[in-house]
């Protein structure tokens, strides 16, 4: 168990729907990223956000989006879905200092699929 | 930009044979990690290692061991006696140490132990 908690497990929706996956960070960790792992992309870096606040973005689509609230748990919104938003989203958290220490321990993964 | 090549797609062995992963990459970075992750088949990423790029000491950990050869850009790793648990996809992945250090994945290793 790497600490880090993901909500809901799986998700199956519709074209052109909107859904929100969500992360826990592990206790302590101000770092949050948020990746995409398809079959055709692979594991792609999507957004970073450190403490409140983001910190880079990756291959992002404008359709998604992304916050990290107070208490430390982030959020992704993926809007207008279409069927190759189908995919496996992870969350990850660190310690997020600027030397990324200790590394990034990965939630277990929201598996997205859209009809 | 970051690159990750990790050129073995599938590798299958017999239990208790010895395998090694490859895991080359790029970068302009003279500060960077290297790391290891292991994703099983039920789909969570498990963190292996770390590596910072001015260790190239070799590192064991009971049965896993990684070999850092910065001359080369290699980071690779080795299973002794390999067994049906270790049986799942190896990624490698490249970071900077900035302050985003977004992790930059090869596209993984599906090994394969058979009895």
Same mark, same amino acid.
């Given at each position: 168990?790497?600490?880090? #908690? ?5 998700? $199956? ?6 859904? #929100? ?25 999507? $957004? ?61 993964? #929201? ?5 | ?11 299958? +062995?017999?239990?208790?044979?010895? *395998? ?25 990423? +498990? ?41 799942? +996809? ?22 394969? *132990?058979?009895?």
């Amino acid at each position: 168990d790497s600490g880090v #908690t993901q909500t809901p497990k799986h998700l $199956i929706t519709a074209t052109g729907q909107r859904v #929100t996956l969500r992360c826990s960070p592990r206790s302590g960790d101000l770092s949050v990223y948020w990746y995409q792992q398809s079959l055709d992309q692979g594991l792609q870096f999507l $957004i970073q956000y450190y403490n409140g606040e983001e910190r880079a973005k990756g291959n992002i689509l404008e359709r998604f989006s992304a916050q990290q609230f107070p208490d430390l748990h982030s959020e992704l919104n993926l809007s207008s879905l279409e069927l190759g938003d189908s995919a496996l989203y992870f969350c990850a958290s660190s310690a997020g200092t600027s030397r990324a220490m200790g590394g990034q321990f990965f939630g277990p993964g #929201t598996r997205l699929t859209v009809l | 930009a970051q690159k990750v090549t990790q050129a073995q797609t599938e590798i299958s +062995v017999v239990e208790k044979e010895d *395998v090694t992963l490859d895991c080359v990459y790029e970068t302009r970075d003279t500060t960077y990690y290297l790391f290891w992750y292991k994703q099983p088949p039920s789909g969570e990423l +498990v963190f292996l290692i770390r590596r910072n790029s001015f260790d190239e000491q070799n590192e064991i950990s009971g049965r896993y061991s990684w070999n850092f050869q910065k001359s080369t850009s290699s980071f690779n790793f080795t299973i002794t006696a390999s067994q049906v648990v270790d049986s799942a +996809v190896y990624f490698c992945a490249l970071s900077d140490t900035g302050t985003a250090s977004k992790l930059t994945f090869g596209t993984g290793t599906r090994l394969q *132990v058979t009895l």
